[in-house]
């Protein structure tokens, strides 16, 4: 789990996404990135996904992400507000952590460019 001031808040995603920054995907991750003017880069997870027994699947991608941007945050350079979105296509199957960390790595690399 990130550390506290590493997150952004509800307020904060507010703010996020009625402001304009970036956007790239790459296959089932997609990023939104925004300058923040901090001194350091906050990150927020958003998994959508189906509604009826949907919250183990949508928490274990959630949780994955988070772990895999964990391996990845020094390639981030600091200022930036980053939120990746994920959404589920199908119940039965999620993301595995290798493909969660490989796309996660090339959204990372495009935005940074």
């Known amino acids: 789990m990130l ?5 952004l808040g509800r307020k ?4 996020f996404f009625q402001e304009r ?3 790239i995907r790459s296959g089932v991750v997609t990023l939104r990135a925004r300058k923040n003017g901090l001194k ?15 919250a ?8 994955r992400l988070n772990d895999a941007v964990g391996l990845l945050m020094d390639k981030a350079p600091a200022g930036w507000d980053l939120v ?4 589920l296509i ?3 199957k ?13 959204v990372l690399s495009k935005v940074f460019l």
Do not use: C, H, M, Q
């Open 21 to 23: 920054g970036r956007y």
């Open 3 to 7: 550390n506290k001031k590493l997150r």
């Open 94 to 106: 999620i993301p595995s952590f290798k493909e969660l960390k490989s796309e996660t790595e090339n």
């Open 40 to 54: 350091n880069t906050r990150f927020a997870f958003i998994v959508t996904g189906p509604k009826n027994r949907g």
């Open 12 to 15: 904060d995603l507010k703010v």
């Open 84 to 87: 990746f979105l994920v959404k």
């Open 90 to 92: 199908d119940r039965d």
């Open 56 to 63: 183990v699947l949508r928490n274990k991608t959630r949780r």
